[in-house]
């Protein structure tokens, strides 16, 4: 059984940081691509950043670029976002997904394992 478990979310001020987790667990993934993607309270969920199977070519989406950087670790089935300077704007519900090739989709269709998300909020 495949799980994702995302961590690290939590209470933060503007202008803080927070390193998201996501463990990958029921087999590996490797071969295929990792998303971050967040839906706020009335909003449609948006992909935050993406990244390649072996890591080498990474996405984020315009209003976190030069913030939050992706990353993962293969050797541990695990992806990561670190999260700068953040934003009340950046508040949101956090998931992770594994996506269905070794390349970055900007859809969630491209997308078939999520978890089940981790609430960050961004306080002024």
């Known amino acids: 059984q495949v799980q994702l478990l995302e961590s690290g979310g939590g209470l933060v001020q503007a202008g803080g940081s927070l390193r998201l987790s996501c463990a990958a667990s029921g087999r590996t993934f490797s071969s295929r691509a990792m998303g971050w993607f967040r839906q706020a309270l009335g909003k449609e969920r948006e992909l935050v950043a993406a990244i390649t199977s072996s890591g080498s070519t990474t996405h984020y989406r315009d209003s976190v670029k030069g913030r939050f950087i992706i990353s993962r670790d293969n050797a541990k089935n695990m992806v990561y976002l670190q999260m700068n300077s953040l934003k009340p704007e950046d508040t949101a519900v956090y998931y992770c997904?594994?996506?269905?090739?070794?390349?970055?989709?900007?859809?969630?269709?491209?997308?078939?394992?999520w978890g089940q998300g981790t609430q960050v909020t961004v306080f002024s």
């Open positions: 997904a594994v996506g269905k090739s070794a390349y970055v989709s900007v859809f969630d269709i491209g997308y078939d394992y």
